[in-house]
């Protein structure tokens, strides 16, 4: 069990940025298995799907023998985005939620199916205040050493 991002009363948002080194080229690389991957990362996030997941392939610039993904998970909650770079073995991870999660159980979920290293963690604050209808400006909670010691305690 790690730490539950509590996003608290009202419209406060919290987004978490992953970009990482990813040991599994076969999930990086198959829209199924993306497809099935943003699913159960909504679950594991205890979010709602909102619809489908929408995958776009494209060829990496210069060739490559894999085409680079770009995924898009709507939720009633938020968003969950993915781009993928099979080329360099990159990924990058965005959640981004207004509801509570587990950071632990979600950090621990992607780094175990996509077998994550060099991984820059940020966790912000996001949100607006609609009775005041102005922009909060974004807030990093965690950098990515007190994350990894969050998620690993």
């Known amino acids: 069990m790690g730490t539950v991002i509590d996003n608290g009363e009202g419209d406060r948002r919290v987004h978490l940025i992953v970009d990482a080194h990813c040991g599994n080229l076969g999930l990086m690389t198959s829209r199924s298995r993306m497809r099935n991957w943003l699913t159960a990362l909504a679950e594991k996030a205890r979010m709602h799907v909102a619809d489908e997941p929408y995958i776009k392939g494209y060829s990496w610039p210069g060739g490559s023998d894999h085409d680079a993904l770009t995924c898009f998970q709507p939720l009633m909650d938020s968003g969950i985005s993915v781009h993928c770079y099979p080329e360099k073995r990159f990924i990058f991870i965005d959640v981004f939620s207004c509801n509570k999660f587990d950071l632990g159980e979600v950090f621990g979920f992607i780094?175990?199916?996509?077998?994550?290293?060099?991984?820059?963690?940020?966790?912000?604050?996001?949100?607006?205040?609609?009775?005041?209808?102005?922009?909060?400006?974004a807030t990093i909670i965690l950098d990515r050493i007190l994350v990894k010691e969050r998620v690993s305690g």
């Not at 780094?111 to 400006?137: A, F, Y």
């Open 111 to 137: 780094k175990k199916s996509m077998k994550t290293s060099q991984e820059k963690i940020i966790l912000m604050d996001r949100g607006t205040d609609v009775t005041g209808n102005t922009i909060i400006p």
